[in-house]
């Protein structure tokens, strides 16, 4: 285990490194001028600009330094916010990004898993198309038009939550992350309906049954557990679609995350933070693919991530 | 089977429910505002207060569209940066509530030298919000930052060049920044030498770029000076908080230690990036801003809310004809008649009203209205009048003539646009009002980012593109001098050498004669439009925003900084 961890851990690397050097080279493609008021500096103070943030040099020049910041862990200047490093930025715009996706990770998975098996264990009755019914709605409805519909209703008609903006404690993140759960609850409860109903008719519930066990007993601990299997494959997926949902859901209410930072600094060719905000994105993506890539082998026995002999 | 149709008919009972739950919405709404109405008319307990008078509570919160990237005012260069330096601290004069220079810093009008190239000001006993006094030196050292080509600074030179002596050559590194014609006389007198006289220099000293900053402060701060509400020293009517360099929202706070505190009637002002205006409408409408900006297809949709207030802006947008592609070969916008025939054939009225219907107004000017006066505070529009109007008869003797010229009978021509909503749809208005009324005229349109245009704009490769700009001091020369040969904003390979002459001669034997320097502009624009076609005026800009009754005195500027809050305050909202 410890060593298929170590290995996982140096591919992860080997990962981000190519996702970096990829990221520098594309980037270097977009049109115009990372100074946004190029036009107006003289020649004299172009250069001094340039030196100043290092665009002066070659590009593979630019990279190897680039590179070896990065390894040391600093993401560089901004251009944009003048003289702010990137990491400052990423750290101050981080924590409303990561509560809305913690938050809408677990609530939507939670109630996607209480729905699914609800749907499961009464299944072909009013409860399992109602749920069907909710969960096809969660998938094809994308969570921005959620985010309208919420802020509509719950905010600007019934006065519940608040409209929008960050400055409302715990009430400011429930819209947000209500309509980011959309996304993951409706796949949970599409999975483990399916999983369950699957699990339900095989031979070692049957025999649970025979032994006399109740049926709470079944459901959760013998049922449940193995319909979390595929589950568990997609959140992976699953929480990158949080990210993506997160640039237009953050902007819509107007919250002050990485995602809108991401968005705007792309718009200003702000070379750094285009950098920075990709590679912590897929960081945090790769960790979560490690970590779900783990909980396999913790929820089912019979899969051994250390590619033992069977 | 059955169960495939139940469902399918649940499904859509639940989708029309959504549908006629939302049209139902807007009704509720209008019963909501009459229910309102009718509890504020029965509320006669509380004692009816003064109209006008100002709230016991003073605090408003406004929305930013976009987080402040620099508080630096030798660095700042945009939109929110300016406009926070305008209501944190103060340089030598500030607009006032008629948009007219007055002494700020300074106690006094300057005294001007003779042959206008030397501004005495005399500093009033003002203080930073560190309580120590604003010098003389402050200023100095303020210029020489902005002029020091180590600061890249993208107004000091920009601002200064041509104008503060010696400025050009300390921009490109050839003269120490010492010898800039900025000198402190003693603690309160600063003198000001300029390369030539300068008409309009007075309304400088009211931009970001000339506002003081303590050296022994922005010294000890180093890198740090300015990247959070706590490095940064203030000097106008309120200090900035809660800003943490990055973030997404920051408050001005009234700040005690400025002169003109008395003045001063909002205690606090909450600011928060909104990006999205329907979610700035929608804040708006829930109490939670005093005031949004209303734009896009928005725009059309509130315009006739009661709360709207119209304000006109002094950006202009035109077409700018590309006599050179790629700075090299000759298109077939080179051709007057082409140009004035396309100048002329587009609908004004209808694109300002019904396409953009933002508040903006047709333009047949490059020098916008209400932004520049002669002496006797006569509108500059006044005295230019009308050029290049909407005339598709002329449009069309133009173009035929034009074609012949050129010896073809069609021509295709690509318009280069921005990548917003509302600027392609504007985009397609053009194609279409061109294609019918110019024949053998197709029209491609290209719409790309911002970023993108700006390089497509530097290298000249495009045909027609739609510009615009927006003034940084007030007087017309801000516009015209965009045009003259191999400006750095010409960009279109176009030269006219009497043009030239009238804007050269206009900074120098007319600098000191306001009204034949005025005269001398009329002419140049005339020129540039009615004669050349070198551009196709479109629009002057204007904006809507949806503005609370209880929100008064805001001051807008029409160049520089977007907006005074010194003098704004809230009435009648409890």
Request: charged share 25%.
């Amino acid at each position: 285990m410890v060593k298929y961890i170590g290995k996982r851990i140096i591919y992860m690397f080997i990962t981000m490194f190519l996702i970096a050097t990829a990221t520098f080279f594309l980037m270097q493609t977009l049109p115009g001028s990372p100074i946004a008021s190029y036009s107006k500096l003289n020649d004299t103070q172009k250069a001094i600009v340039e030196k100043k943030y290092g665009i002066d040099k070659p590009k593979p020049v630019q990279y190897a330094i680039y590179m070896k910041n990065l390894a040391k862990g600093d993401l560089g200047t901004s251009f944009a916010f003048k003289g702010k490093s990137v990491n400052d930025l990423l750290a101050s715009r981080m924590k409303p990004s990561f509560i809305l996706g913690a938050q809408a990770m677990v609530f939507g998975t939670i109630v996607g898993i209480l729905l699914g098996m609800i749907a499961a264990l009464k299944q072909n009755t009013f409860w399992d198309y109602g749920s069907t019914f909710f969960a096809i709605l969660g998938i094809s409805i994308p969570s921005f038009v959620f985010a309208t519909l919420l802020q509509y209703y719950v905010a600007s008609q019934w006065h519940l939550l608040p409209v929008g903006l960050w400055n409302d404690g715990w009430k400011s993140s429930v819209l947000p992350s209500l309509a980011l759960a959309m996304g993951p609850l409706a796949l949970s409860a599409r999975f483990i309906r399916t999983e369950m109903i699957e699990v339900m008719g095989s031979d070692y519930i049957t025999l649970a049954k025979a032994k006399g066990a109740n049926g709470f007993e079944i459901a959760f601990k013998h049922a449940f557990r193995n319909a979390l299997i595929p589950l568990i494959t997609v959140l992976g997926p699953v929480a990158a679609g949080l990210v993506t949902g997160s640039l237009v859901v953050e902007q819509i209410f107007a919250i002050p995350g990485i995602g809108e930072q991401f968005v705007s600094s792309i718009m200003v060719n702000d070379f750094a933070t285009i950098m920075g905000t990709t590679l912590f994105f897929s960081a945090f993506l790769i960790v979560v693919i490690f970590i779900v890539d783990i909980l396999y082998g913790v929820i089912d026995p019979r899969i051994r991530v250390a590619g033992g002999k069977a | 089977m059955k169960n495939t149709k139940w469902l399918l008919l649940m499904a859509m009972t639940l989708v029309l429910s959504i549908f006629l739950a939302a049209c139902g919405g807007a009704d509720e709404k209008e019963e909501d505002a009459s229910k309102d109405g009718s509890k504020d008319d029965n509320a006669t307990e509380t004692p009816k207060k003064e109209d006008g008078e100002p709230d016991a509570e003073q605090i408003l919160n406004l929305a930013e569209s976009a987080a402040i990237p620099s508080v630096d005012s030798a660095i700042v260069e945009d939109a929110v940066g300016f406009n926070v330096l305008n209501n944190v601290n103060e340089g030598l004069y500030r607009l006032d509530q008629e948009n007219k220079a007055i002494p700020a810093m300074a106690s006094e009008e300057a005294t001007e030298s003779e042959d206008g190239l030397t501004y005495t000001f005399k500093l009033r006993d003002a203080k930073w919000s560190d309580g120590t006094p604003v010098t003389a030196e402050d200023f100095v050292f303020a210029w020489q930052r902005a002029i020091d080509p180590a600061t890249g600074s993208p107004y000091g030179p920009f601002m200064m060049s041509g104008t503060v002596k010696n400025a050009t050559a300390i921009s490109e590194g050839k003269m120490d920044k010492k010898e800039l014609g900025i000198v402190a006389k003693d603690e309160k007198t600063l003198e000001v030498t300029l390369e030539r006289p300068v008409p309009y220099f007075l309304s400088l000293m009211s931009f970001g770029t000339f506002y003081p900053q303590k050296e022994e402060f922005v010294t000890s701060k180093g890198d740090a000076y300015a990247t959070n509400s706590d490095n940064l020293l203030y000097n106008g009517p309120f200090t900035l908080t809660d800003w943490d360099g990055t973030g997404g929202s920051w408050s001005y706070k009234k700040n005690d230690e400025y002169w003109d505190a008395e003045n001063v009637k909002l205690t606090q002002i909450n600011v928060n990036v909104v990006q999205d205006s329907a979610t700035a409408v929608k804040l708006y409408k829930d109490g939670k801003l005093d005031r949004a900006g209303v734009s896009g297809d928005l725009a059309m949709q509130y315009s006739t809310d009661p709360e709207a207030v119209l304000q006109p802006e002094t950006s202009v947008f035109y077409m700018k004809f590309n006599q050179k592609k790629l700075k090299k070969e000759e298109t077939p916008l080179a051709n007057v008649n082409i140009r004035k025939a396309i100048a002329k054939s587009f609908q004004k009225e209808d694109l300002a009203d019904v396409v953009l219907a933002n508040g903006s107004l047709p333009a047949n000017f490059l020098v916008p209205k209400d932004f520049a006066f002669d002496e006797s505070q006569k509108d500059f529009r006044d005295i230019s009048g009308d050029h290049l109007t909407y005339n598709v008869e002329e449009a069309k003797e133009f173009w035929e003539k034009g074609l012949k010229e050129l010896g073809v009978d069609s021509l295709e021509l690509e318009i280069l646009g921005g990548d917003t909503d509302l600027s392609k749809k504007m985009d397609e208005y053009f194609k279409s009002q061109l294609e019918t009324n110019l024949e053998g005229l197709t029209i491609k349109l290209k719409e790309v980012p911002f970023a993108v245009r700006l390089e497509l704009d530097d290298t000249q490769d495009y045909d027609i593109q739609i510009s615009g700009w927006g003034p940084d001091f007030q007087d017309p020369i801000s516009f015209l001098d965009l045009f003259v040969t191999d400006g750095t904003n010409n960009l279109m390979s176009y030269s006219n050498k009497e043009y030239d002459k009238l804007i050269a001669d206009s900074k120098a034997e007319l600098a000191l004669k306001p009204q034949e320097r005025y005269e001398a502009f009329a002419k140049a624009e005339k020129i540039l439009l009615e004669d050349d076609a070198a551009i196709a005026p479109i629009y002057q800009r204007g904006l809507i925003f949806l503005e609370k009754p209880h929100f008064k005195g805001l001051v807008s500027h029409p160049f520089g900084a977007d907006y005074s809050y010194k003098w704004a305050y809230i009435s009648g909202k409890e």
